[in-house]
């Protein structure tokens, strides 16, 4: 039983982490200093709590996640544009398991002047949560081959909601935070991925990196740059 609470635990640091992110931008705190604790605290948590997404053998041998430097053209103020059709995706995790996620709005941004948009989705499980997956031609040789997270709010991870007077939602797209799914540190793990429609043909050189490069180079989370 007490994995279950180590589980209620881990997600509660992980809410913790987006919140003092939150609080420090709002405050306009400097960006990079926000981030740097935001990393550190991340890798607190990967080498030392036992819902680690790393096992034993590699949380002994951890020495901090690897990241791209920090990229401030990579984040975004974005409308949530909700006018689009709810489409329900199953989603295959592996060969037995599906998720189904809804999807509930749109955002668009530029990337070195290149338009992108991604989907943002409901996952249909007990409770639901938003979500925002990708992929972009970062993947596989610099970040994770099945895309990143922006945030998945069933686990925790989360976003900035900008106040406005127009009616409409409007929330920071900071790449800067993008995340590996948890299937990218070892097989132990299945994860739902970023469908087509949120494959990116732009590059994202921002946010985590893969881990196995982070392994392979035996690099600890820089200092940003």
């Known amino acids: 039983m007490s994995d279950y609470l180590d589980l209620y635990d881990y997600r509660c640091r992980v809410v913790s982490l987006y919140q003092a992110h939150n609080q420090a931008a709002l405050a306009g705190e400097d960006p990079r200093a926000i981030l740097q604790r935001f990393r550190d605290g991340r890798d607190q948590l990967f080498a030392h709590h036992p819902q680690s ?8 041998a951890f020495s901090g996640l690897h990241y791209f430097p ?12 909700t006018h689009v059709e709810p489409a329900r995706l199953d989603i295959t995790m592996n060969a037995s ?6 999807t509930v709005g749109q955002v668009r941004f530029n990337v070195a002047n290149e338009p992108a948009t991604l989907s943002i989705y409901w996952l249909d499980i007990y409770g639901g949560g938003l979500f925002l997956p990708f ?3 970062t993947c596989p040789r610099e970040s994770y081959g099945g895309g990143r997270y922006l945030f998945d709010t069933i ?3 989360d976003f900035l ?14 790449f800067n935070y993008a995340y590996n799914p948890s299937c990218a540190y070892n ?3 299945v994860c739902p991925l970023a469908p087509p429609e949120n494959r990116l043909t732009v590059p994202i050189q921002a946010g985590e990196m893969n881990y196995s ?3 392979i180079v035996g690099s600890t989370s820089p200092a940003l740059s």
């Open 97 to 102: 398991e599906t998720m189904t996620m809804t």
């Open 53 to 60: 997404a790393l096992d034993e053998e590699q949380r002994h």
């Open 187 to 189: 097989s132990r793990w």
């Open 135 to 137: 992929r972009d031609t």
């Open 70 to 81: 920090y990229q401030p053209a990579l984040r975004f103020e974005a409308i949530i544009d």
């Open 155 to 157: 686990k925790g991870s």
């Open 161 to 174: 909601s900008v106040p406005q007077e127009d009616g409409q939602m409007h929330i920071v797209l900071d």
């Open 213 to 215: 490069l982070a392994t």
